[in-house]
């Protein structure tokens, strides 16, 4: 229950350092 919780937490935490990294990498002029 606790390691799915965890699992939960560190894919979103893993989704938003994806979408930062991209971001940083490939700034898009919006």
């Not at 560190?10 to 700034?27: C, E």
């Amino acid at each position: 229950m606790v390691f799915f919780t965890q699992h939960i937490f560190y894919s979103l935490t893993s989704i938003r350092i994806t979408r930062i990294v991209q971001r940083i990498s490939n700034p898009s002029p919006t």
